[in-house]
């Protein structure tokens, strides 16, 4: 064992083999080409895209696939022409990149970028960060930072990409949907960070729920026991929000956030749903009341800057979403405990010597 370069052949990996089929598997440890750097994983953070890949699969990446994409770890290689990172380096690095070149990175639309380069495999001891992530979106973790912290950047990137489509005014009323989870706690905090005067948060978990009421949430419903639509509706004079955020990413929910809103308002469905999913909208309540519909996806290599100096600076909480540490032989009963709703996000240590 143990190659000429001081690092391991192989390595544990949580392998991704069809809908609920996971594995712990002994593979390759890569080695970092041209550009790359590899990185020992520290801490690897569920998300809910884990959830739908672990859950349905995903059609760009088919089985057997590792994956996990939160993370942040040590650097123990570089790949030839890598200057700016160095051995011993602690980093974190967002999920993808854009290629610079393309027609939608040259109007600014990275995040829709034709040629985006994706990094998965944080659910293993070591992973290589590809060069385009390497040149555009890998952070250097400041010491007051964990690492389980640091790998909050990715989900961060698409809130602060949302958040600036909808462009939150000082003042404004924002209705969050699906606010308990890790995405709509950091909608709540980054909305008031924009100036919104009021929170709405609404979900299904009253242990959730209550995380949205420290953050600076100013009331909080429970879909099981509330009418979502009349709570917002009852606390805007019967207007609606000047703005709702959905992240319960249901058909139901994205509904409801349009009859929520109020006319000349702003909708942002940043919960995706499958492929063919159609939803129903009243056609008229949109023209007539000017109402405003943003899709999204993902966030730019600007964005992702930004996101990880909102974590480092302290201005978001991103302490409040890590529930717990276990290490990768539970990875799959952290899933299913995401899926119960019984936890926020859980950090994966794959290795236990350094948990
Ligand atoms: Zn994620
Ligand atoms: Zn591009």
């Not at 990409?161 to 909608?187: D, Y």
């Not at 709405?200 to 242990?207: K, V």
């Amino acid at each position: 064992m143990g190659s000429t370069d001081g690092l391991p052949d192989s390595m544990r990996a949580a392998v991704y083999l069809g809908p609920q089929r996971l594995a712990l598997r002994q593979v390759p440890v890569p080695r970092p080409a041209s550009g790359e750097i590899l990185v020992r994983v520290r801490a690897a953070n569920t998300c809910g895209t884990d959830v739908k890949i672990y859950s349905r699969g995903h059609p760009k990446f088919p089985p057997p696939f590792v994956f996990g994409h939160e993370f942040g770890g040590d650097v123990v290689a570089v790949g030839e022409g890598v200057e700016a990172f160095t051995i011993g380096q602690r980093v974190t690095a967002n999920v993808f990149a854009e290629c610079d070149q393309c027609f939608y990175c040259r109007r600014g639309q990275g995040n829709l970028c034709e040629n985006l380069v994706y990094n998965f495999g944080a659910y293993a001891e070591y992973l290589t960060i590809p060069a385009s992530i390497v040149q555009r979106s890998t952070f250097v973790i400041p010491s007051h930072i964990s690492y389980a912290q640091a790998a909050v950047v990715e989900p961060l990137v698409t809130v602060v990409h949302g958040q600036g489509l909808v462009r939150i005014q000082p003042g404004e009323t924002v209705a969050v949907i699906g606010a308990g989870g890790p995405i709509g706690l950091l909608h709540i905090q980054m909305a008031m960070a924009n100036g919104a005067e009021r929170v709405i948060a609404i979900g299904h978990s009253d242990a959730r729920l209550a995380v949205a009421c420290q953050l600076g949430a100013s009331h909080i419903y429970n879909a099981h026991r509330v009418d979502t639509i009349t709570a917002i509706r009852d606390l805007t004079g019967g207007r609606g929000a000047d703005v709702v955020i959905e992240c319960a990413g249901t058909k139901v929910a994205w509904e409801t956030a349009v009859e929520a809103v109020r006319k000349g308002g702003r909708v942002l469905w940043f919960g995706g749903l499958p492929g063919g999913t159609k939803v129903e909208l009243d056609a008229a309540r949109i023209h007539y009341g000017e109402i405003t519909l943003y899709g999204m996806h993902g966030g730019t290599a600007k964005e992702a800057r930004c996101a990880f100096e909102l974590i480092t600076s302290g201005a978001i909480n991103v302490s409040c979403l890590l529930s717990g540490k276990v290490p990768l032989e539970e990875l799959e009963t952290a899933l299913q405990s995401m899926i119960a709703g019984e936890v926020i996000k859980m950090v994966i240590i794959p290795n236990q010597d350094l948990g």
